[in-house]
Nanobody, 124 residues
Framework: VQLVESGGGSVQAGGSLRLSCTVSGDTSGTYYMGWFRQAPGKERGGVAHIDTNGRTFYADSVKGRFTISQDDAKLTLYLQMNSLKPEDTAMYYC???????????????????WGQGTQVTVSS
């Protein structure tokens, strides 16, 4: 499956952005999907995950501010980001795999398909 992110940009602290990730290729199956981010000099970290039943999981740092969702056809993944902080500045990636155990939903090494990333910059 191929993934392409969009929607990144620059915003002031307290602002909002919505990232999108379009899915193409082998869309006949169902996929567990997640958003990850990596800031310069830091390790990639999990942000949010949605499983094949629509259940969502979030990193503690974004709970209450970010929302992961999909369109009905499950061909587009979204990440609504509100109340953005400078520490949210990073390259954001979407990822997918046919199965992710619940205990590993925010572990990037569990995902086999990745997009190219979209940059989010939050200024203070």
């Amino acid at each position: 499956v191929q993934l392409v992110e969009s929607g990144g940009g620059s915003v002031q602290a307290g602002g909002s952005l919505r990232l999108s990730c379009t899915v193409s290729g082998d869309t006949s199956g169902t996929y567990y999907m997640g958003w990850f981010r990596q800031a310069p000099g830091k390790e990639r970290g999990g942000v949010a995950h949605i499983d094949t039943n629509g259940r969502t999981f979030y990193a503690d740092s974004v709970k209450g501010r970010f929302t992961i969702s999909q369109d009905d056809a499950k061909l587009t993944l979204y990440l609504q980001m509100n109340s953005l902080k400078p520490e949210d500045t990073a390259m954001y990636y979407c990822a997918a795999d046919s199965w992710i155990p619940r205990w590993a939903v925010l572990q990037g090494d569990r995902y086999s398909s990745w997009g190219q990333g979209t940059q989010v910059t939050v200024s203070s």
